[in-house]
């Protein structure tokens, strides 16, 4: 009876041992490389935050403009008509 079960601790220590060298081998390794990926993905993140860009408009005459060119004309009209209307001096 003991010589059974300590055949079978024998067999299970291999297949313990083997799987250890399959699966678990750089486990570490493999946890400080997912760590800094994080990092560098927050990191992308962050930058990402800060070019906030505009990809919608309404336009004057109440069109939504979505392709960049379009964006851009709608900004360039409205400031067009904005400082080339008449102001009125102070004196």
């Avoid at 010589?3 to 299970?12: A, G, H, R």
């Avoid at 960049?68 to 001096?89: H, Q, R």
Wanted: proline share 1%; hydrophobic share 35%.
């Amino acid at each position: 009876m003991m010589f059974q079960v300590s055949q079978k601790l024998k067999l299970l220590k291999t297949k313990l041992k083997s799987l250890n060298k399959q699966d678990y081998f750089d486990i570490e390794w493999n946890y400080f490389q997912c760590k800094k990926d994080l990092q560098d993905l927050q990191q992308a993140l962050k930058v990402h935050k800060h070019r906030k860009r505009v990809t919608e408009i309404k336009g004057h005459d109440d069109k939504i403009c979505s392709t960049p060119i379009d964006i851009a004309d709608a900004f360039i009209s409205y400031y067009k008509k904005l400082l080339g209307t008449n102001v009125i001096k102070r004196t």
